[in-house]
């Protein structure tokens, strides 16, 4: 059996019969813009609200006609965001971490703001998919609101370690800074205490 928490991407991939694999796409892209004339935004990251409430990434279980795990997760990121997903891919070389398996794909601005106007038209818009969601890569005066804030909220599975994993990786948090947050114990993981605002 298969020790809980982050693996090797092999390790996933070795998990054999009894295990069905599901792939997730952290899609961010550069973005220059300014907040309230004083807040450098630095990145887009989407997020989706999901159909329980919770926020995750775009993907899903790999389906066996799919003839890999990238092939799943592509499948999956066009029927929850649509056409504007056909612009790109995401290949092994996109894979940061697994749980078993996630990936981070970075897009242009263009390409982002292209995802978020034809999610809504898209097969699971709705059903699966409430509708998309930017971080908030900031932190306002009130050291609250904006992504301490944001990390407060209900998440599936291993998606705000993701995040944070990935925030840290872009040099947007360091070490440290989300240790206060409230999160309920059975939700905390023990890697999550991962970041602070640059």
């Not at 807040?39 to 609200?49: G, V």
């Not at 919770?54 to 990238?70: A, W, Y």
Request: net charge negative; with cysteine.
């Amino acid at each position: 059996m298969a020790r809980a928490g982050k693996l090797e991407l092999a390790e996933a991939l070795a998990l054999g019969p009894g295990w069905r694999p599901a792939c997730y796409a952290l899609l961010h892209a550069p973005d220059p813009g300014i907040l309230f004339g004083r807040l450098r935004l630095r990145y887009a990251i989407l997020m989706q609200m999901l159909f329980d409430g919770r926020l995750g990434f775009r993907g899903g279980f790999v389906d066996s006609q799919d003839s890999s795990l990238e092939d799943g997760l592509n499948r999956g990121l066009l029927e929850q965001l649509g056409e504007a997903a056909a612009a790109f891919r995401v290949e092994r070389p996109d894979c940061r971490s697994s749980h078993a398996g996630s990936d981070a794909k970075s897009l242009t601005l263009e390409q982002l703001s292209a995802v978020e106007s034809s999610a809504t038209g898209a097969k699971d818009h709705g059903l699966e998919v409430l509708g998309l969601v930017r971080v908030p890569l900031y932190t306002l005066r009130d050291g609250v609101e904006g992504l301490p804030i944001f990390l407060e909220n209900c998440f599936i599975g291993a998606a705000r370690e993701q995040l944070l994993d990935t925030l840290h990786d872009l040099g947007v948090v360091e070490a440290g800074a989300f240790s206060g947050l409230q999160i309920p114990v059975r939700l905390r993981h023990p890697s999550v205490d991962s970041g602070n605002l640059r």
